[in-house]
């Protein structure tokens, strides 16, 4: 039963409650690092860390931090976990971390990480709120990566920067800058939609024969 | 209505009906444009064809796929996908790889139009954002212009056009710029018969200015297009390069050569107009017109763009639907002075 539960966590960020998909989460590195896959992955695994490292403190926390001050209070463990991430990026990926930019100190202000912590980490027991961070975070990092993988092979016609298609490639410039994102994610979201519509329309169909059958 | 007694007919309102159905109007602009389109043809071959043939399938092929099941034989038959292709296909470089082409008339029709709920709806004009999105997404290729008048006659085909999918066109050796072009970058005036007939390089059919003027008054004589858009957008780029040229005259454009070069024409009789993203009200529809001839002559003249038509009229359709509110008739009854 309790392993169970812990999975409804974790599998209810990744697929249910999807961050990005789901709630609209996180927008801004959303929409600015995802021009290449490698940025998303690089971006997806400091938001990771920084979210299962918070939400483990936090929760661990939850009885002695006093209600007035908890949001100052989540903030500085956010911005501890976001200075080892960026710090890490640094000294292990620098060029990586150069294209990121300011979009790795950001990571503090990301409304998903907040959210999470004053949604869930803070109310409930550690287990359940680490399991919780890293369904979330797991499932930003596929939103992440989905948007990346596009953006990356229409805009550059490669992937991981490896080429994929001949020198004569016509890259679609629209889609490495900010539109491209808007757009791309605009498209995602459009048949995230569309297959919840589907399947809520599934769902009462199958109730209303069970009803009509009994 | 074949009974003969006069007294027993009987009918319910509305006892007259106007004439006037989608597909009508969407007709009238098709045949309109005719002329516009045959030009294009003459002076550009085989090329004009293709590409014009390639945008009305793209912008054909999405609306069949987003139509709702029910609905997708009116979708189609009203004609106003193959009106958003041919539109596009107009505004178009001949050199554009066919692929190109069809994706512009693809992302117009879906972006520009089923997703706001189809027909009557949407913001933006189909065409031009189809235009706009390919401006964006292929800068280079939308900016090779090649020369009107080629050696191989009409069966010519430019060979930028048979590029691959996704795949680079070669660069022509042969390309030029356009009149715009040549005046921003190379102070080079082209001289106005040129201009007037088409015997210049530039987009499919923005080449020849007296037979989109020809379209534009046959649209005005079967009262599908509002004349005010159309002459305040241009009366507009007209004192805007005259008063300019009272400060420079070496240096600004002289008022014929601004309406009759690039685009001008073509957006303002053609896309402007288009009744789903222009103001309803008389006063709206002068508002829009100054506005779109202003943002006009601002991005040809102080821009970095040499052409600034089409983003002069997608930023009005943004402020369309401000304008239609600020300038609403006032209720008769209603409002006024109340002592």
Known sequence: ?214 | MKKSDPDLLLFHAPLLRQGMTTPKVMRDVLIALAPATAASMWFFGLSAILILGACIGGAVAAEWLFADRQARSDSLRDASGILTGLLLGLTLPPGLPLWMAFLGGFVGIALGKVIWGGLGHNLFNPALLGRAFLLATFPIAMTTWVPAVTEGGFLQIYPGNLALPFMQAQIDAMSSATPLGMLKFESEVTPLTDLMLGNVSGSLGETSGLLLLLGGVYLWLRRDLDWRIPVSILLTVVVFSAVLGLFDAARFPTPLFSVFSGGLLLGAIYMATDPVTSPVTPKGTWIFGIGTGVLVMLIRVFGGLPEGVMYAILLMNAATPLIDRYTQPRVFGRGGDTK
């Open chain 1, 1 to 214: 039963m309790k392993k169970n539960e812990s999975y409804e966590e974790f599998i209810k960020g990744v697929w249910r409650d999807n961050p990005v998909f789901a709630q609209v989460l996180g927008m801004c590195p959303m929409l600015a690092v995802t021009n290449s896959a490698i940025n998303a992955v690089a971006m997806g695994m400091a938001t990771l860390f920084v979210l299962v490292g918070s939400s483990f403190l936090v929760s661990s926390f939850r009885n002695w931090i006093p209600k007035q001050v908890r949001i100052s209070c989540f903030i500085i463990i956010i911005a501890t976990f976001v200075t080892i991430a960026d710090y890490t990026l640094l000294a292990l990926v620098p060029k990586v971390h150069k294209e990121l930019g300011a979009f790795i100190p950001l990571i503090v202000a990301n409304c998903l990480i907040l959210g999470r912590q004053e949604a869930f980490a803070s109310r409930y027991p550690t287990r359940l709120a680490v399991m919780d961070a890293i369904g979330m975070a797991v499932g930003f990092l596929v939103a992440l990566l989905s948007l990346g993988i596009v953006r990356e092979i229409l805009g550059d016609g490669a992937l991981f920067g490896v080429k994929l298609f001949s020198e004569n490639f016509e890259p679609w410039v629209i889609m490495i800058l900010p539109p491209g994102g808007f757009l791309t994610l605009g498209v995602i979201l459009l048949f995230f939609n569309w297959f919840k519509f589907k399947k809520d329309e599934f769902l009462e169909d199958v109730a209303e024969a069970e009803r009509s059958g009994s």
